[in-house]
């Protein structure tokens, strides 16, 4: 932020994480309120800054508010092109910056999908703010079958306790039951509202080798072709994941992961007439490009009902709301399970 009509940043002090619109990005509506509250960029390729002395002449809707957002976004982006802050610090906030990630955080515990343990609530901030689990002291290791932190193995003591190989070991039964556990609350309701039937029974698509999707979604009045879902869950913290991509896109992980499944089960799912939808999520509770894609496109459908009907939308955006933070929840309770089920050194 800055006082007067003097330039507080570089010219291209932005230009390495901005590229492409992230982190609440102002709505075209409100373009008008942030031109209003925010100074020109000294050069091309810098971002406007918010000025305090434009605040009293800005007009438009919620000047106020746009200026609290954009000294929000000022924040963020100066700190992710902060070369001198730690690159796990910068990957994870801008993994925390996709849609869904730490919506568990201020949802209201009025229903038992939308509560939280303590300890639970507790773990899942440790781990989308960088914390150690205090849980994991040194001598705690993985399941018995896991050959790299099992109990007979020398584990980095240091690194043990942020909980990343717990979340992303695949030894673990919770590790499935987490992905499952995601896809029936946060993507199956998108399918079940747009006409489909989710079907976990009748899921192979390779014929040959028995390998599996998650479900099967059917509509015949929307599609000849038969979704196959299958759901993965990445961890953000996870060595593979910190690098300079995850500081330029919130998607990094999620784009990852899509396209690892895809590889995997596009083909033989199109050989059994089957359209392919790769379901990626973050343990911080962020959603893929495809889901959102799916969540996007049921949430304006809906938002244009309601107002058809005489509504103001505010029952359609309560409702993409609740599905996010139930989501979120479902994931931080899963998470909570694969951190819990710790085993002692042999």
Known sequence: ?????????????????????????PFERDAEAYRAVTAPPAASGGRRVPDLSCLHAARGKHPQRMFAAALGREAFHTLLNDASAPLPTRCR????????????????PSTPDRTLSDRAYLAQWRHCYGLDQPELIPGTRCTGTCTTHGPSAAVDEARWPDGSHLLSCGCSPWRLKRHNVVGRTGLKPIYEESGYVWDERDVHCHVDSGKRV????????????????????GCPACDSYVCDAAVTSADHVTDHLERGKNSKHAAACDAVGLRFVAAAFTTLGGWGRTVRKQLHTLYAKKKKEEKKAGGSGWDTIRWKQDLLERTCIAMAIANFRLLDAHTRAS
């Open 214 to 233: 998650d479900a099967r979604c059917s509509n015949s009045t929307a599609s000849h072709r038969d979704d196959g879902v299958d759901i993965t869950v």
């Open 93 to 108: 906030i801008r993994q925390a910056s996709q849609e869904g990630a730490l919506a568990f955080q201020f949802a209201v």
């Open 1 to 25: 932020m800055r006082f007067s009509h003097g330039p507080r940043v570089s010219p291209s002090a932005f230009a390495a994480v901005t590229a492409s619109p992230h982190f609440h990005e």
